[in-house]
């Protein structure tokens, strides 16, 4: 195996990880554990969209670190191939009231268009973790 399969290969055991991680993280929020701002995150975001493998991936898309905020309302996720993505960068905007991401103009745009993709929920829940966080220690 070269270089540049041991990287693939390190990266689908993190992706693996995020994945069993996510699970028991659900299994414990919505099994009513308390905990910090992630399962109050979490606990929220599953009110608006209440499919549990939905949320186990948006969840591994956040614990995988591939949401990065680029401006008030733009933000770029990183493309996880593990977990169906085609394009190394995703890109969410949040306009008004409504999210767009940029897969919505790929490939299955139209499946996807139905159902509210990942990247969204992995942004979703980074915004809404951010406004707990600020909400319980933005005064201080
Ligand atoms: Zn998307």
Redesign the pocket.
């Known amino acids: 195996m070269g270089f540049s399969g041991y990287v693939q290969k390190s990266r689908e055991t993190r992706v693996k990880q995020a994945l069993r991680e996510a699970r028991e993280i659900i299994r414990r929020t919505l099994g009513g554990q308390p905990g910090g701002s992630l399962e109050e995150a979490l606990r929220d975001l599953y009110e608006r969209v209440p499919r549990e493998e939905w949320l186990r991936r948006a969840l591994a898309r956040y614990l995988l670190g591939t949401v990065e905020r680029q401006g008030s309302s733009t933000w770029v ?1 990183r493309g996880v191939p593990e977990l169906g993505d085609r394009k190394p960068l ?1 890109i ?1 905007t949040f306009t008004g009231d409504r999210y767009e ?4 103009r790929g490939a299955y745009g139209w499946a ?1 268009r139905r159902s509210i ?4 929920g992995a942004v979703m829940l980074e915004r809404r973790r951010r406004r707990i966080d600020d909400y319980a220690y933005g005064s201080q």
């Open positions: 996720v995703y969410v991401c940029s897969c919505y996807r993709c990942t990247h969204i």
